[in-house]
């Protein structure tokens, strides 16, 4: 497992833990607004140094978060996170759903404590947003998998310019019940200086009272 970048403290992206995010090599994505787009030619390899960084940080966090990228491309991922968890780290997986068999796997080996998965757009527009060919039938099957889960998850989304109420709406009946929904803004990548500006937080929040009639607990983070 490559490690190509990570960041030795987080309070927001694992709830209720003081985590490291790391970030792993590659994607089998290529959503045009990606921010860390500049992680998918990486050739850095920082395992060793990440590993040794957690040794070094016991009882000072108590989670890692591991995203990317993707990180369930990669066969040796449980390996990875066994790793982890025998050093007395709780685990988040980041992750777009594209490997159920995978996602599944780790939940039932309580490998993972939370999984957040993104959702991106409507399934008929996911071709585009995505810049690839998606297999459409392997993530409904992720979803299904964490809504029929104990684990604690959510979904969530980047709300980009292209997204539409329409599209909001279809997400939400989607994953209606689900634990958890965050619609999240878009930042403007700093690569495209002539990409769209992000919504208002008007429609941000329009957009949140739309999912709220499908997931209960529906927020803006």
Known sequence: MKIVKYIKNSLI??????????????CNWRCWYCQNAQLLENS???SLEFFSFLEARKGWIDGVVVCGGEPTI???????????????????????GTNPKMLEYLITNNLVD???????????????????????EKVEESKRILLDSKIEYEFRTTVTPDLTEFDIEEMAKGIAGAKRYILQPYLKPHFLPDAPEPLSIEILQKYVEIAKKYINNANLR
């Open 13 to 26: 992206d694992f709830p209720r833990h003081i985590a490291c995010v790391a970030f792993t090599f590659g």
């Open 44 to 46: 850095t390899d920082l």
């Open 74 to 96: 990669h066969e040796d991922l449980p390996q990875f996170i066994r790793k982890i968890k025998e050093m007395g780290f709780d685990v988040k997986l980041d992750t777009n």
């Open 114 to 136: 939370y999984v957040a998965m993104d959702v991106k757009t409507s399934i008929e527009k996911l071709d585009d947003m995505a810049g690839v060919s998606v297999a459409r």
